[in-house]
């Protein structure tokens, strides 16, 4: 098996073309001759991953998030992105990173997540533009940034905000007023999603669950609709089952590993 291989089975789901402007997906590190035996999925590459990716025999990383974002000038160790970038060169391990192309791929991060807090009958929330959509049951399977759907029946929200924590596994949710006793309809965008608010609150949403939400953040619904920010990694997490599923169903015969010690770097004092 080639790197090749595998990306190609990725961009298949979620093509690079998809990807923002100032983003880096794609293989930052390796080639796509290379040979890959066993690949290892994260959300970061950490240098616990790169020390589980090793411990396991893997030979290629693959991640929601690319390691390098910005331009490096030196190889110093002098920080994380270095050293392990540095390291995957020495070892021979493949840097491949899935970001913003899994984002506002159709089915992809957003449509998981809300699929695992039981939120049914997607659309996209924000289509990319001259996005296409399908027939029948993919009928709102657009390219774009979140989806909004509707719960089987409404529930109180604190009942739905503490069952999307034990989903998520997210220790703190922040969240604006409570503006109506039950939500029925929900918006979700995984990540940094503070500018879909205008999105949710046009398509009816009782809440928006998302990410990175800054002070103001919480005062834009305006009574509209409530925002609950459940934690960037908590919310991407769900990139390692989709990239999972894409791959053991894609090639059955080829060794795939979930990290065990892909984590959150934020830490909460209870």
């Known amino acids: 098996m080639t790197v090749k291989d595998i990306t190609d089975a990725i961009e298949a789901f979620a093509p690079l073309s998809l990807q923002e402007s100032y983003d880096n997906s794609g293989l930052i590190v390796g080639r796509s001759s290379d040979e890959v035996h066993k690949a290892l999925l994260a959300v970061d590459v950490t240098d616990e991953v790169m020390d589980e990716a090793e411990r396991e025999g893997c030979d290629m990383i693959i991640t929601h998030h690319p390691i390098v974002f910005h331009p490096l000038k030196r190889f110093n160790s002098s920080n994380y992105v270095e050293r392990c970038v540095e390291r995957a060169i020495r070892k021979g391990i493949a840097l491949y990173a899935c970001h913003t192309n899994l984002d506002s791929a159709p089915h992809g991060m957003s449509w998981r997540l809300a699929e695992m807090l039981g939120v049914g009958d997607l659309r996209v929330l924000q289509p990319a533009a001259g996005a296409q959509a399908g027939e029948g049951d993919d009928a709102g399977a657009v390219a774009g940034f979140g989806v909004v759907g509707e719960l089987k029946e409404p529930v109180p929200v604190l009942d739905f905000l503490r ?108």
């Open 163 to 270: 069952y999307v924590a034990e989903v998520t596994g997210a220790e703190g949710i922040r969240y604006s007023d409570i503006v109506s006793d039950k939500v029925r309809r929900v918006a979700v965008c995984t990540g940094a999603g503070a500018s879909l608010i205008g999105d949710a609150r046009r398509a009816g949403a009782d809440v928006y669950i998302t990410a990175d939400l800054k002070y103001n953040d919480f005062m834009t619904p305006d009574g509209a609709l409530t925002v609950a920010d459940i934690g960037h990694f908590e919310s991407e997490y769900c990139a390692i089952r989709i990239l999972f599923d894409i791959l053991s169903k894609k090639m059955f015969t080829f060794a795939v590993r979930k990290s065990e010690l892909s984590r959150s770097p934020i830490n909460y004092l209870k």
